[in-house]
């Protein structure tokens, strides 16, 4: 175990492993704990009674604090600029909240005078690493507590026993041992009965999306304005923040059974894993984006952007929110994104986000050239040199081999 911890600031949810971890610090650590809380959309169920618990738990102090205005404009905002994808199919709802809970706790650590930091990431997962990765970029002297690679519990259903024992309530049990993380941004499952990745994830585990077959079954239709690549409006109406905006699309997307992904991924770290995740909102504003940018991208800068898009979803998953290359990154994207702005219209029916329509004073689509109709502006005579140009190095090749 680490040595000289005096005052340790802990990554709390009250969860079952942080629950756990305050009361463990307390045995084995000779050291002021204070629990770190960050309201980044978790719900408010989450967050009720949080306080008492975690000073009746072992903490000598709580801060909690509400970042979801932060998490979504800092955060989430410039990752969808972006269209990350992680491996073709998961959002990182999870990934990108975590450089934030992270600079928040060294934030703590600074004003209180702590020394150390601590984390209820497992030793088998991502988070870890994104977490220890933000708190030596930010503070490279800290010391960290990681738990799951100190203590002698080996499994989740240890920790449920441990907790029943020292009287700590808690959330999880024998019956559901999943673990559930959640924000504005999606809410992710993992583990206990879905580590069988031939298993079906039960029905009422989902929280924010309707299944697709009880979805409605008449067509919601909505309009998102876009500026400089965020969203700024639902049906020309601009009286959201960040946070609010994305909520309430969580609400219309979870409606209409939108969002949801069941996938096996590959951690950093070297397994696979099985993940289902909800992300309605996000999934929304992912479509919407694209097709704005469908009019108002220049070809080659679009394209240039996409190539880098695998790399960048990289970074956040495997947690270098905080490189270098991800700021020079983040520069380069956000530069593409100065015009694209204007309105995106969709059909929200039964898990399916279908765009219909799309417009922007920004627009770079000429219908003179565009239409199959008659025109004055183009030449289809052109394709003729263009296409043989194209074609001249396959061309001479084939001549050459047919000499040969």
Request: net charge negative; charged share 25%; aromatic share 10%.
């Amino acid at each position: 175990m680490t040595v000289n911890i005096k005052k340790v600031v802990v990554a709390y949810s009250g969860g079952l492993d942080t629950s756990v971890i305050l009361k463990w610090i307390k045995e084995n650590y000779d050291a002021e704990v204070i629990a770190f809380t960050a309201d980044v959309g978790q719900g408010a169920e989450e967050l009720e009674g949080l306080k008492e618990k975690a000073l009746k738990t072992g903490a000598d102090k709580v801060y909690i604090e509400d970042l979801r205005e932060e998490f979504v404009s800092d955060y989430v905002f410039p990752m969808l600029r972006a269209n990350a994808v992680y491996e073709g199919s998961y959002l990182m709802g999870t990934s990108i909240a975590r450089p934030l809970i992270a600079k928040r706790q060294i934030d703590v650590v600074e004003k209180e005078g702590a020394d150390s930091v601590c984390h209820g990431c497992t030793g088998k997962g991502n988070d870890q690493v994104r977490f220890e990765m933000a708190y030596l970029t930010l503070k490279p002297d800290i010391q960290i507590i990681s738990p799951w690679r100190e203590w002698e519990f080996k499994s989740r259903a240890e920790l449920i026993a441990y907790s029943q024992e020292q009287n700590i309530p808690i959330i999880a049990t024998a019956e559901k041992p999943y673990s559930m993380d959640r924000n504005l941004f999606h809410i992710s499952f993992e583990g206990g009965v879905l580590e069988d990745p031939w298993s079906s994830p039960p029905q009422d585990m989902f929280t924010l999306t309707k299944s697709p077959v009880d979805a409605p079954n008449s067509v919601t239709t909505i309009e998102i304005d876009y500026e400089g690549g965020n969203p700024v409006a639902i049906d020309g109406k601009k009286d959201y923040s960040p946070a609010t905006l994305l909520s309430t699309l969580n609400d219309l997307g979870g409606e209409n059974g939108i969002g949801r992904v069941d996938l096996v991924e590959n951690r950093y770290v070297g397994m696979k894993s099985r993940g289902v995740y909800e992300t309605p909102g996000g999934t929304i504003l992912h479509t919407a984006h694209r097709a704005i940018e469908s009019i108002t991208m220049d070809r080659e800068v679009m394209h240039l952007r996409d190539s880098l898009i695998v790399k960048y979803a990289d970074l956040i998953y495997n947690g270098y929110w905080f490189s270098p290359e991800r700021v020079i990154l983040q520069n380069l994207i956000d530069d593409t994104q100065k015009d694209v702005s204007g309105r995106v219209r969709l059909d929200l029916y039964k898990g399916n986000v279908t765009v219909t329509g799309r417009k922007s004073d920004k627009s770079l689509y000429h219908y003179g050239f565009a239409t199959f109709d008659d025109d004055d502006v183009y030449s289809q005579k052109d394709a003729t040199g263009f296409i043989r140009l194209n074609a001249l190095r396959m061309r001479i090749k084939a001549l050459l081999n047919q000499k040969r």
